[in-house]
């Protein structure tokens, strides 16, 4: 009876949709999106010979203003509109003299076609979402779900930006 119980109440527990999507850090290891479970993550495809790279600043001053209270921005760089360095360690260089980054980013990453890492296919398959640019933001909740998700042309630290991430903050 006990069993029964247990296995019914795993299955009535949310599970964190975002599962178990790994990638691999642009400074070694692995950066895990489990491992920020109960924390509002942004995600951003980035480049740094775009347009919007500016936009390293508003993420970064995104994470500054919020980390303590427990989001998570998450830059993913990408060459797949051919603007991004030719190497992981060219582009760490690029933001860290730059931008002064350090928010998690991971290393040079395929977000769309048919070499998207899993977690972009996810967005695809599940919620529509593919970057048609860079600097592409989606938010992902606390418990793992797509929230939503902005085009290149909305700043990160804009109000319809932040507001969405205050209010999960509050929850």
Sequence with gaps: MRLVLAVLLLLAAPAFAA??????????????????KGRPVL????ASL?????????????????RAAGL?????????FRQELSSAEEVREFCAVNFD???PMTDITHV???????FYRWLA??????PRWNFNKVLIGP?????????????PTSRAITARIEALLAE
Excluded: M
């Design 112 to 118: 769309k076609g048919g070499q998207a890492h899993p």
């Design 101 to 103: 980054l350090d928010l």
């Design 19 to 36: 599962g178990p999507f790994r990638f691999e850090s642009i400074d070694g290891g692995t950066i895990a999106l489990d491992d920020w």
């Design 143 to 155: 418990d793992g779900r797509f929230v939503a998700s902005w085009g290149s042309s909305t700043e």
């Design 125 to 130: 398959e599940e919620h529509g979402f593919v």
């Design 43 to 46: 995600v951003a495809n980035t």
């Design 72 to 80: 998570v921005v998450l830059a993913v760089p990408s060459d797949d």
């Design 50 to 66: 775009c347009g919007f790279t500016r936009q390293y600043d508003g993420l970064q001053a995104l994470y500054d203003r919020y």
